[in-house]
């Protein structure tokens, strides 16, 4: 009977203090994560791409990129979707100009689309994304660019009008390969362009 009145006594004693104890969560207020260091996108696992928050050019990047460019060659199309390109010959800009300026954004020259007509004063170039091998490119835009190899850096980059901040068409986008190729996305077509002046 004793060891029965102890049982009971310290159960209480349990269910009295549990009770008595108070549970707080201390939630971390909000900033004080801070991220690792603002130095540089370039991760520390080049395996993943980097979502820049539209960050400006470079100066290497920037003395590739300015020029006046011709459209080369087809080089394909994004594994992702299909959309309003002409599968499977792309659309009609092999031999067009675009001129890419720090003053001037020009896509006039792809004379046959009148949806790609566009022509910017001080225009915002601002990269997007980095990847920094073949692998992690692919992951990022189901994308197959012919001679990309696993070392390759490539940088999207992205062109805004200065006042409304708003990108040009969805369907035109660049693409930066060791700032020492020039990759024209246009809708889910995939061309190389050709620089033909500084």
């Known amino acids: 009977m004793k060891t029965l009145l102890a049982c009971i006594m310290i159960m209480l004693m ?7 104890v108070e549970t707080t969560i201390n939630p971390i207020p909000f900033g004080v994560l801070k991220p690792e260091t603002d130095e540089s996108i370039i991760p520390k696992n080049k395996s993943e791409c980097v979502n820049a928050e539209l960050i400006s050019l470079d100066s290497e990047t920037e003395t ?4 006046t460019w011709k459209v080369e060659k087809l080089l394909g199309f994004a594994n992702s979707y299909n959309d309003a390109s002409e ?19 020009s896509s006039k020259g792809l004379k046959n689309y009148s949806n790609y007509q566009y022509e910017l004063k001080n225009p915002l170039y601002q990269i997007t994304s980095a990847c920094y091998n073949s692998d992690s490119f692919y992951r990022l835009y189901k994308i197959d660019i012919p001679g990309l190899n696993i070392n ?7 062109v805004s009008d200065p006042v409304t901040k708003i990108s040009i068409h ?8 060791n700032n020492d190729r020039l990759i024209l996305l246009s809708e889910a077509t995939i061309f190389e362009l050709e620089k033909i002046t500084d």
């Open 14 to 20: 349990l269910v009295s203090a549990r009770g008595n």
């Open 170 to 177: 969805a369907g035109l986008s660049f693409l930066v390969v």
């Open 87 to 105: 599968y499977p010959t792309g659309q009609r800009f092999i031999g067009d100009k675009m001129v890419i300026e720090k003053d001037l954004f």
């Open 152 to 158: 390759d850096e490539v940088k999207a980059i992205n």
């Open 64 to 67: 590739y990129f300015y020029g």
